[in-house]
């Protein structure tokens, strides 16, 4: 690898404790940090020995504050790749949410979710309620913030996640595929009840729930109250054997209110139609 010359703080030709000179000393730096892979350490190096030399930090103080700056901005690239690699539909974020429309969930609730510390515990958040309330705003936010975190996040509607589980099972993957999906420490399954399942779809959606349980964490959204679920799993044993694993470590939340994307469309189509979310 070629050593090229960049601009150093210390003056070019003027040579420093160790003997070397300014320009000397910022081809070094600019040819170990290439080496390293390390691109933001070089472009804070300079303006950081700056600040080393103005506050008299110590040479461990400088080199701690060269490797925080590269740390931030692998944590921050790594954040981006992991929010990519999670194909969310949208990108939307905890901070956009308008929590004036989120009803069913205080301020306090949601900033509590917004910890992750469900992630850690390996607990799961589910999210029950009528189209519109802010159920998948609430999902797609809480898992970019934990890709924003370090987590490797997997998100999909309820009939992807079937697909994809029947593909593995029928190519004889579906071990290997639950496996590699229990890597992950969170994952989102979106829409539960748009679309009812057939028994097979229902058995390995089941596999998916069971093979989490407690291992690593699930966000869930559905239309329809849990005590509802039967109908869209078609077999109330099963669906109860489903609930049962998600919501012994969860947070489970009913939004009610009308729709969100219909506000400020009531006077165009006449009314806002009023939802209302079934109890279990």
Same mark, same amino acid.
């Given at each position: ?6 601009? !150093?703080? *210390?003056?070019?030709?003027?040579? *420093?404790?160790?003997?070397? *000179? %300014? ?14 892979? !390390? +691109? ?6 300079? /303006? ?31 954040g981006e790749a992991r929010v990519?690699?999670?194909?969310? +539909? ?30 850690? %515990? ?9 189209? %519109?309330?802010?159920? *998948? ?14 987590? /490797? $996040?997997?998100?999909?509607t309820a009939a992807e996640w ?22 992950? +420490? ?5 829409e539960v009840g748009y679309i +009812? ?32 679920? %039967?109908? $869209? ?38 009314? $806002? ?8």
């Amino acid at each position: 690898m070629a050593r090229t010359t960049t601009t !150093a703080s *210390t003056p070019a030709g003027e040579k *420093t404790g160790s003997g070397r *000179t %300014g320009e000397q000393t910022a081809s070094d730096l600019a040819f170990y940090s290439r080496a390293m892979k !390390a +691109p933001a350490l070089l472009d804070a190096a300079e /303006r950081l020995a700056e600040r080393a030399r103005n506050e008299s930090w110590t040479h461990a103080e400088f080199l701690v504050a060269c490797l925080q700056r590269e740390v931030a901005a692998r944590e921050s690239h790594g954040g981006e790749a992991r929010v990519r690699s999670a194909r969310f +539909p949208a990108i939307k974020t905890i901070e956009e949410l308008d929590a004036t429309h989120l009803r069913g969930m205080t301020r306090e609730q949601l900033a509590h979710l917004g910890t992750l510390d469900f992630i850690t %515990g390996k607990e799961n958040a589910i999210f029950l309620g009528p189209p %519109g309330t802010g159920k *998948t705003h609430l999902a797609i936010g809480l898992a970019v913030r934990a890709c924003q975190a370090g987590h /490797r $996040v997997a998100f999909a509607t309820a009939a992807e996640w079937v697909d994809r589980l029947a593909a593995a099972h029928h190519t004889g993957r579906l071990q290997t595929e639950l496996v590699k999906l229990s890597r992950y +420490p969170l994952i989102v399954v979106d829409e539960v009840g748009y679309i +009812p399942f057939e028994a097979e779809a229902a058995n390995l959606f089941f596999q998916l729930i069971s093979n989490r349980y407690e291992r690593a964490s699930v966000i869930v959204t559905s239309n329809k109250p849990s005590g509802r679920w %039967g109908e $869209v799993f078609g077999d109330e044993t099963v669906a109860a054997a489903m609930i049962d694993r998600l919501v012994h470590h969860a947070e489970v939340h009913s939004l009610k209110g009308d729709s969100y994307r219909m506000r400020g469309r009531g006077r165009q189509l006449g009314r $806002v139609p009023t939802a209302t979310t079934e109890t279990d």
